[in-house]
């Protein structure tokens, strides 16, 4: 890994030691080397947790926190812990069963287990950067760059909106595009599939459905239990 090397370089040029990794008496060595190696990790997913966009209420979650429907959070954890380039997940439901807690799950474990690249907006909060960058060519080609080309891309509460015809042409060309390139994508929504696929388009349906593991989430709502 380019990442080892960078390591060994550089205790080599501190310690001016020429030991090798094979070398079984070089143990401290070793030890520095994966101290580094792990701190390294450490901090790199911190940055992209960072910059992932993920709101402060669900900074937190992850699969050990999660306390709903069974059969989703395993689909969800089986999923995450292979990630297949390409691949992805529609998670179905009613509101407050958890979705966007196993989405941000799903994000946080192939982040810490591969190192990928993560960003969280609902579809409302996309439509309303790309907007807001409309007209202004670099901040627009920026924007739609990170929904297009990111490792994982989450995509919350898409259904909930009214579809306009821009909107519509907005999810064809970033699905598409991550489709085509084989990146991998979440999606939650209130919507069953028939209903999703009467709300957004056949051509991007046609496109999940060969992307994504559609996953229903069943439940009482997570918002309401405290209150019961």
Request: glycine share 8%; net charge negative.
């Amino acid at each position: 890994m380019t990442e080892l090397k960078d390591i060994l370089h550089t205790i080599r040029a501190e310690t001016g030691t020429a030991s090798c990794l094979n070398d079984d008496r070089d143990e401290v060595l070793k030890e520095e080397i994966e101290r580094q190696r792990l701190e390294y990790k450490s901090k790199q997913a911190e940055r992209l947790w960072l910059e992932s966009n993920v709101g402060k209420r669900f900074d937190h979650a992850t699969f050990d926190s999660y306390t709903g429907d069974s059969g989703a959070l395993k689909a969800c954890m089986d999923w995450a812990e292979i990630c297949e380039e390409g691949t992805g997940l529609v998670l179905c439901g009613s509101y407050g069963v958890g979705k966007t807690h196993l989405a941000v799950a799903c994000m946080r474990k192939v982040m810490e287990l591969y190192g990928l690249t993560i960003y969280f907006n609902t579809f409302a909060g996309m439509l309303h950067e790309l907007k807001s960058a409309y007209g202004k060519p670099d901040a627009y080609s920026r924007a739609m760059a990170k929904y297009k080309q990111v490792d994982l891309l989450v995509i919350d509460d898409l259904g909930k909106e009214n579809m306009t015809e821009w909107g519509r042409e907005i999810l064809f060309n970033v699905i598409d595009e991550r489709y085509r390139n084989m990146k991998s994508l979440i999606i939650t929504t209130n919507l069953m599939p028939t209903e999703l696929g009467k709300h957004i388009d056949e051509a991007i349906m046609s496109r999940l459905g060969q992307m994504c593991k559609f996953v229903k989430v069943t439940g009482d709502d997570y918002r309401l239990r405290g209150k019961k």
